[in-house]
C-alpha cells in the first residue's frame, strides 16, 4: 500500500478495534504521560513532593486523573479525542499544530481564534466553558467581544485546585 500523500493521515475507519476504542482515553494519557512529560517527569514529580514509585504506586486511575487535570494536556486529551471520534475527514499534520496552539490557549485565554472545524471539536469537548473562555472562528467579531473582556485578569483554575 502507497503511503498517504505528504501532511494527511487517513482518518479512522470501521475497522478500529472496538477494545481500542474504549480504552481510547488510557492510550491518550499514556501518550502524553511519555511524549510531553518524559524524562522530566521525575523532576517534577520532586518538585510536588512525590516519588516516581509513590506517583506510579497510586494506580493507573489516579495517574490518568492526574495526568488529564493539568489543563493544557486536558484540552488536548479532549480535542484529540474529540477529533478521533468526529472520524469524519482526514487527518492533516495541520490538525495536530492546531491542537498543540489549542491545548495552551484555551486554558489560558479568554479569547480564541480558530478555524471551523477546531471550533466544534472544542464545543463538542466542553473545555472552553471549563476554563471560562469564549473560542470564535469569525475574526470581524473581534472588536466587539474584546469591548465585552472583564477588566483585569480572568480568574484561571490551578493545578492544586
Known amino acids: 500500500m ?7 493521515y487517513p482518518g479512522p475507519t470501521a475497522t478500529v478495534d472496538p477494545a481500542m476504542k474504549r ?4 492510550i491518550l494519557v499514556a501518550r502524553e504521560l511519555y511524549h510531553e512529560i518524559g524524562t522530566e517527569l521525575p523532576r517534577l514529580l520532586v518538585t ?13 486511575e489516579w495517574v490518568s486523573d492526574f495526568i488529564s487535570g493539568l489543563p493544557s494536556i486536558s484540552v488536548h486529551l479532549a480535542l484529540r479525542d474529540q477529533t478521533i471520534r468526529a472520524g469524519n475527514r ?10 498543540g496552539h ?13 478555524d471551523a472545524d477546531a471550533e466544534n471539536a472544542i464545543a463538542r469537548s466542553g473545555v472552553a466553558d471549563e476554563y471560562k473562555s ?7 467579531l ?8 472583564p477588566s483585569g485578569q480572568a480568574e484561571r483554575r490551578t493545578l492544586f485546585e
Open 134 to 140: 469564549r473560542v470564535h472562528r469569525d475574526l470581524t
Open 48 to 60: 510536588a513532593g512525590f516519588s516516581l514509585d509513590s506517583f506510579f504506586f497510586r494506580g493507573r
Open 90 to 99: 482526514d487527518w492533516k499534520l495541520n490538525d495536530l499544530r492546531d491542537i
Open 23 to 26: 480504552r481510547l482515553d488510557d
Open 2 to 8: 502507497p503511503p498517504p500523500p505528504t501532511g494527511a
Open 102 to 114: 489549542l491545548s495552551v490557549a484555551v486554558p489560558y485565554c479568554d479569547l480564541v481564534f480558530t
Open 142 to 149: 473581534l472588536p466587539d467581544l474584546l469591548t465585552l473582556a
